[in-house]
T-cell receptor
Framework: GENVEQHPSTLSVQEGDSAVIKCTYS??????FPWYKQELGKRPQLIID?????GEKKDQRIAVTLNKTAKHFSLHITETQPEDSAVYFC????????????FGKGTSLLVTP | GAVVSQHPSWVICKSGTSVKIECRSL??????MFWYRQFPKQSLMLMAT?????????EQGVEKDKFLINHASLTLSTLTVTSAHPEDSSFYIC????????????FGSGTQLSVL
């Protein structure tokens, strides 16, 4: 499948600070970009998603931005809390065929009190 | 959100045996399900797309004769790892496409397979 690059691989922030995770994708036909949070030993949970016809989406403390021209999208978490600590994965749809996803390698986020 | 159940949650088997993993959408119908494999501390790798009533679509490098997928109903897809070997040991996780209103993917709880 097409590559999805995700950075950083680890991120440590203090409680209350913001965290930003960035992803790039290579398939210009990708049109769906979800973000998942995975706690150790548990299933990935969808936290926010964005489609290619939208540039930004926000849900409380979480926001995602998409730059289709540059083929990159970012996750922004504001006012971080210790319970935000987890591994976050970005993903991009395999072309525009639906919901088969290519995932980034994940970012391990640690929020310290 | 919608519920996707995966069974078993973990399985240990001997090399050469076959293992079947079930993925069920409990409160919705899913014409499309996906199977992923995740190695420790790594990302999810798409293995195949499972379509109800038709053959699965496999990603490059995934052996269709080794990883048999059957999507016989709108709520059940199965992945059978045939003649399992230690290198098949991994975390297998399915997802189902929910099409109520806006489409979203929901993941099963995963199956940890250990082949001895």
């Amino acid at each position: 499948g097409e590559n999805v690059e995700q950075h950083p691989s680890t991120l440590s922030v203090q409680e209350g600070d913001s965290a930003v995770i960035k992803c790039t994708y290579s398939d210009s036909a990708s049109n769906y970009f979800p973000w998942y949070k995975q706690e150790l030993g548990k299933r990935p949970q969808l936290i926010i998603d964005i489609r290619s016809n939208v540039g930004e989406k926000k849900d409380q403390r979480i926001a995602v931005t998409l730059n289709k021209t540059a083929k990159h999208f970012s996750l922004h978490i504001t006012e971080t809390q210790p319970e935000d600590s987890a591994v976050y994965f970005c993903a991009a749809s395999v072309t525009n065929s639906g919901y088969a996803l290519n995932f980034g390698k994940g970012t391990s986020l640690l929020v310290t009190p | 959100g919608a519920v996707v159940s995966q069974h078993p949650s973990w399985v240990i088997c001997k090399s050469g045996t076959s293992v079947k993993i079930e993925c069920r959408s409990l409160d919705f119908q899913a014409t499309t399900m996906f199977w992923y494999r995740q190695f420790p501390k790594q990302s999810l790798m798409l293995m195949a797309t499972s379509n109800e009533g038709s053959k699965a679509t496999y990603e490059q490098g995934v052996e269709k004769d080794k990883f048999l997928i059957n999507h016989a109903s709108l709520t059940l897809s199965t992945l059978t790892v045939t003649s399992a070997h230690p290198e098949d040991s991994s975390f297998y996780i399915c997802s189902a496409l929910w099409s109520g209103g806006s489409e979203k993917l929901f993941f099963g709880s995963g199956t940890q397979l250990s082949v001895l």
